[in-house]
């Protein structure tokens, strides 16, 4: 056994943090489209819209039912030689893409079990003032359901941020590929992965101070 | 005399159930009206229709210049129907997310095109007139019972509708809080709002109500003033019915 070389991994925290932002950048992009998407097909859903609600059923049940890695396989390698216009689709685009609709479909999900669960007076309220179907969403139904999404949200959102680390199965540098190419020239291996290990560890340690913040503000309206 | 609310053949069936029989009804300006009858009646259902909360299987409902036919009614003539109909819930239904202030502005600035500040103008002067001036700013789960019906009263009034509909205001309160409520709705009542109440109260019926009506199997059996009802009922049903809550 040997112990571990840490004036290496003081030096690879450099390397490793230069790629902290894409890591952001490919998590923040899908989390915000794959939002408005799942917030879109809930909402479809929930309203039966019809035959559509049918086609999203199945989108849904297709992103949750076939791991990740396969759709990111799918969408890179596969997709190009079917659609030949897709062949100059680099890897980050084809993560964000990828990590949009499988989570999009979670999202979905949870946030359509969130409007299930406002109570229907509150639907009966706001149409009796004579508000539209649009209206009664967005500035009754929707605000209420995302207090109580918001949680299952945020672990969507971590589960996003480690999963950007399929991207290096595509062929990008993030953090887990620069560390995969480090330790395959050093051939110091625990100390490159503990060192991103810890990177992930961190962002998400400081997501979660920001999750229950949101939390607390949320749950304004309802506390005494 | 015309009507002010007509009320032509309304029919609504649950499945197999008929649960409102062709009912028709007429309010003069101002008239206040209250509709009692035994459970599972009709009563909430024929209020529910009128603002399309359950919509109608047939019938007319006219409100002033607009009537809205329940076998051609389309959205746009649900929308117009329910900016002239307010709407008392009897548990309240406040917005969870919204304080009691934004309660009473919501249909004037979503529904209504008000500015944001004429409607809060609007809205502060409503919280007064109900009694808590102080608690605008409070959302629906930090208030009693009483004070949220106050804010769903409020709500309601702030639309100037030309027909205010009262579904069992003061059935889902405790003891303690029916009072108060009773005596906002009297004061409504005192300026001639036109109201249709459905209550169990028949006290508060006879003392605010210009006419009642008696509802059973999704029919109206008997109406006419409190002391004609309460004191000389025609119907056997009306007879039987008030000495069971009398």
């Known amino acids: 056994m040997r112990g571990l070389d840490t004036a290496y991994m003081l030096d690879l925290i450099p390397v490793i943090a230069s790629y902290v932002p894409l890591t952001l950048f490919m998590a923040i992009v899908a989390m915000i489209a794959g939002l408005a998407l799942a917030i879109v097909m809930a909402v479809i859903r929930v309203i039966r819209v019809p035959w559509l609600h049918r086609v999203v059923a199945v989108f849904i049940s297709f992103f949750r039912g076939t791991p990740l890695l396969v759709q990111l396989f799918l969408f890179y390698f596969g997709l190009p030689q079917l659609v030949p216009a897709l062949n100059n689709l680099d890897g980050v685009t084809a993560a964000i893409i990828g990590l949009t609709l499988h989570f999009s479909a979670y999202m979905a999900e949870s946030i359509r079990g969130a409007i299930i669960g406002v109570d229907r007076s509150q639907w009966e309220a706001a149409q009796s003032i004579g508000m539209t179907q649009k209206q009664v969403l967005t500035r009754i139904i929707l605000p209420q359901a995302s207090r109580t999404a918001a949680p299952t949200l945020m672990n969507y959102f971590i589960d996003m941020i480690k999963g950007t680390s399929l991207a290096f199965t595509l062929g990008v540098t993030e953090m887990m590929g620069a560390a995969q190419k480090e330790a395959s020239s050093t051939f110091l291996y625990p100390e490159a992965f503990l060192v991103v290990a810890v990177f992930y560890w961190i962002i998400v340690e400081v997501l979660s101070v920001g999750q229950r913040q949101l939390e607390t503000r949320l749950g304004k309206a309802v506390s005494r | 005399m015309s009507c002010q609310i007509d009320i032509d053949g309304l029919v609504k069936r649950f499945g197999?159930?008929?649960?409102?029989?062709?009912?028709?009804?007429?309010?003069?300006?101002?008239?206040?009206?209250?509709?009692?009858?035994?459970?599972?009646?009709?009563?909430?259902?024929?209020?529910?229709?009128?603002?399309?909360?359950?919509?109608?299987?047939?019938?007319?409902?006219?409100?002033?210049?607009?009537?809205?036919?329940?076998?051609?009614?389309?959205?746009?003539?649900?929308?117009?129907?329910?900016?002239?109909?307010?709407?008392?819930?009897?548990?309240?239904?406040?917005?969870?997310?919204?304080?009691?202030?934004?309660?009473?502005?919501?249909?004037?600035?979503?529904?209504?095109?008000?500015?944001?500040?004429?409607?809060?103008?609007?809205?502060?002067?409503?919280?007064?007139?109900?009694?808590?001036?102080?608690?605008?700013?409070?959302?629906?789960?930090?208030?009693?019972?009483?004070?949220?019906?106050?804010?769903?009263?409020?709500?309601?009034?702030?639309?100037?509708?030309?027909?205010?509909?009262?579904?069992?205001?003061?059935?889902?309160?405790?003891?303690?809080?029916?009072?108060?409520?009773?005596?906002?709705?009297?004061?409504?009542?005192?300026?001639?709002?036109?109201?249709?109440?459905?209550?169990?109260?028949?006290?508060?019926?006879?003392?605010?109500?210009?006419?009642?009506?008696?509802?059973?199997?999704?029919?109206?059996?008997?109406?006419?003033?409190?002391?004609?009802?309460?004191?000389?009922?025609?119907?056997?049903?009306?007879?039987?019915?008030?000495?069971?809550?009398?």
């Open chain 2, 16 to 246: 197999d159930n008929t649960v409102l029989n062709g009912i028709d009804l007429c309010l003069q300006p101002g008239e206040r009206v209250a509709i009692i009858g035994p459970s599972g009646t009709g009563k909430s259902t024929l209020l529910r229709c009128l603002n399309y909360l359950d919509r109608p299987d047939e019938g007319r409902i006219t409100v002033g210049d607009l009537t809205v036919d329940a076998t051609t009614a389309q959205k746009s003539d649900i929308l117009a129907l329910r900016r002239r109909t307010g709407f008392v819930f009897q548990n309240y239904a406040l917005f969870a997310n919204k304080t009691a202030r934004d309660n009473i502005m919501e249909g004037l600035t979503t529904v209504r095109g008000w500015s944001k500040s004429k409607a809060q103008a609007r809205a502060d002067e409503i919280l007064s007139q109900i009694g808590l001036g102080d608690r605008g700013n409070s959302y629906p789960a930090a208030m009693s019972g009483g004070q949220q019906q106050r804010v769903g009263i409020g709500r309601a009034m702030a639309l100037d509708a030309d027909l205010l509909l009262f579904d069992e205001p003061t059935s889902a309160l405790d003891p303690e809080w029916v009072g108060e409520v009773l005596d906002l709705i009297r004061r409504i009542a005192d300026g001639r709002q036109t109201m249709l109440i459905v209550t169990h109260e028949m006290q508060f019926a006879r003392e605010i109500a210009d006419r009642i009506v008696f509802m059973e199997g999704g029919r109206i059996v008997e109406q006419g003033p409190p002391d004609q009802i309460f004191g000389n009922a025609q119907d056997d049903r009306t007879r039987a019915f008030l000495r069971r809550v009398g």
